[in-house]
């Protein structure tokens, strides 16, 4: 287990699980979200961006237990740009707990996203 913590195949593995699940509800709930990733010349990204008319909600997804600012530096980049179109931004992560890490960026733990019912 450790060596494939390592070579980040585990967080490849969650990021397309809990990108899968956000397509499937959106389509369950027949949401018509517009799913789009980012990316900047210099290689920040986000994983995925929930778009619906001009609101816009960037995700990250982190396999991490514990995330920290650190972890959301380019939710902070995009919302710099983007704040206008945008009620918040999200860290989905296999934690416990939410967290506030900044003005709109939030640590969300997955069960909770998943959550279904």
């Not at 809990?18 to 210099?42: G, M, N």
């Not at 909600?57 to 396999?63: A, G, L, T, Y």
């Not at 991490?64 to 945008?86: H, P």
């Amino acid at each position: 287990l450790k060596e494939l913590e390592a070579t980040n195949f585990l967080g490849a593995v969650y990021e397309s699980w809990i990108f899968s699940e956000i397509v499937k509800a959106s389509d369950y709930e027949s949401l018509s979200l517009d799913i789009t990733t980012w990316r900047t010349e210099d290689g920040s990204e986000i994983d995925l961006i929930l778009s619906k008319g001009i609101i816009n909600v960037p995700i990250e997804i982190k396999f991490k237990r514990e995330i920290t600012k650190r972890d959301v530096a380019a939710l902070k980049s995009w919302l710099k740009t983007y704040d206008d179109t945008s009620p918040g931004a999200y860290a989905i992560y296999p934690g416990e707990d939410i967290k506030q890490l900044d003005k709109k960026i939030w640590a969300l733990p997955d069960w909770l996203v998943l959550a279904t019912g």
